[in-house]
């Protein structure tokens, strides 16, 4: 249980809470609210990990939402949540880590900050922008194919570095900041200038976007259900402790950059956790803080390139997503288009500005979340099938709630983020499409469930 718990753990903790306070610090404009919200959305993805064990304890075949998509409404659907994997589940959240990555760097060399990156055209929620940070994410992003073309061993290494890296650094802000950081417990009752003219209610529906993106990872263990051992006690243990485990994780944090910074100083920062830094230790241990958080976040990115293509890969084989992601190099055994294919979409996506890629990623995989806990609907009308106790206590009370509140996002998201929806709308109807003309007609029964391989 300890390793699933620990797989779930270093999917969890990544760019959204490195990123997020700053952006919700102006919409929401009270600390207690945005403590608040920290706390639904740990609430939210414990119902949506309990749904999630349920259906992995039935259906222990490595894949997650592919799986229960596949069985639930067909293969049409599980090879959309594959297609949507592609763009919002890692290229999308792999600009989104580089660019942030950007801006922690940006402490040091301001000119690879985003706010000095120019618009090349659009307005409002649309817009294409480039400059310094566009290009310091890219080479990030190219940098770590490289290395994972080159062979999965160097990388298993490099991210056992990175990732017990963040853990640590993580922790010992906390202990730091508390122990002897120059912070104030009145920040705890200012609040700020609201930078939203949305009403409350639904400006917290569509700040929850960016707390599902910080908590989003939650159902990691799921992908590799068939290779843990006694899958109906690992899983649901590990999906329920591991998200457990970050949530109080980010609670303290939160509470440290509060306690570092008023909201008013926070609001549209993205390198939060480095105006905190600085606040409580000064400027030179706040540098250190800074460039150990930017190190943080080359872990995340490192390891989304590297668990992206192997998903891909794993669906290829199956005959579920496009041949060519199946493609291995004869010499470094990696599949290289895949990789190739992924670098190139995740620098186009640096382009778009990060929060409304933020909110895209949200968007997008708060639909898939919707639809596999609906999916439970189905399937617990099935004869021998294994009811977790937690779900069936006040059923069906905890996969209503997780759907509820998804409904209400995506209401919310298509009434003032009709841009970022949109975009939603365009990824699930190319997936559409091109399982249609591209794999439909030569396929005669419902592909297996992909097993996760190494390379």
């Given amino acids: 249980m300890v390793s699933a718990t620990a797989l779930v753990v270093s999917n969890m903790i990544g760019t959204g809470i490195f990123t997020s306070s700053g952006f919700l610090a102006g919409d929401l404009g009270s600390p207690a609210l945005l403590l608040w919200i920290w706390v639904a959305g740990a609430l939210c993805a414990l119902c949506g990990a309990f749904c999630y064990a349920e259906l992995g304890i039935n259906m222990p075949s490595s894949g997650g939402e592919y799986v229960y998509l596949t069985q639930a409404f067909g293969p049409t659907w599980g090879f959309i949540s594959g297609w949507v994997s592609?763009?919002?589940?890692?290229?999308?959240?792999?600009?989104a880590a580089s660019l942030a990555f950007s801006d922690y760097v940006a402490r040091f060399f301001p000119e690879v900050g985003q706010k000095n990156s120019r618009v090349l055209f659009g307005s409002g929620d649309y817009t294409v922008s480039f400059g310094g940070a566009q290009l310091l994410a890219c080479a990030l992003v190219l940098m770590f194919s490289v290395i994972n073309i080159l062979g999965v061993q160097r990388v298993a290494r490099l991210q056992n570095v990175l990732t017990g890296a963040k853990v640590l650094i993580m922790a010992s802000f906390i202990v730091l900041g508390l122990l002897v950081g120059t912070g104030d417990t009145a920040h705890f009752s200012m609040n700020a200038v609201r930078t939203s003219a949305t009403s409350l209610p639904a400006q917290f529906a569509i700040s929850l976007f960016w707390i599902y993106v910080a908590y989003s990872g939650w159902n990691a263990a799921t992908y590799v259900a068939e290779e843990l051992r006694q899958p109906s006690r690992t899983l649901p243990m590990a999906l329920t402790v591991g998200t457990a485990l970050v949530a109080v994780l980010y609670l303290l944090l939160n509470f440290i950059f509060i306690y570092?910074?008023?909201l008013e100083d926070m609001k549209g920062v993205l390198a939060v956790g480095a105006l905190a830094a600085t606040r409580l230790f000064g400027t030179e241990v706040g540098g250190i803080f800074s460039a150990l958080m930017a190190l943080s976040l080359m872990s995340t990115v490192?390891?989304?390139?590297?668990?992206?293509?192997r998903v891909y890969y794993a669906m290829a084989k199956n005959g579920a997503f496009l041949a060519a992601a199946a493609n291995v190099h004869p010499k470094w055994r990696t599949p290289i288009a895949a990789i190739l294919a992924q670098a190139v979409c995740t620098m186009l996506m640096t382009l778009t500005p990060f929060p409304q890629l933020v909110i895209y990623i949200g968007f997008t995989l708060n639909v898939f979340a919707v639809m596999s806990v609906a999916s439970l609907f189905l399937f617990r009308r099935r004869p021998g099938w294994q009811k977790l106790r937690v779900v069936s206590f006040?059923?069906?009370?905890?996969?209503a709630l997780f759907i509820l509140v998804g409904v209400w996002m995506i209401y919310q998201g298509l009434q003032l983020k009709p841009y970022v929806s949109l975009a939603t709308v365009i990824t699930l109807a190319t997936g559409a499409l091109v399982y249609h003309f591209r794999l439909r007609p030569r396929e005669t029964s419902v592909p297996p469930a992909p097993r996760v391989e190494t390379y």
């Fill in 302 to 309: 490192n390891a989304m390139v590297t668990i992206g293509p």
């Fill in 86 to 95: 592609f763009f919002a589940g890692f290229s999308a959240p792999i600009a």
């Fill in 394 to 399: 006040a059923y069906p009370f905890i996969p």
């Fill in 260 to 262: 570092a910074a008023p």
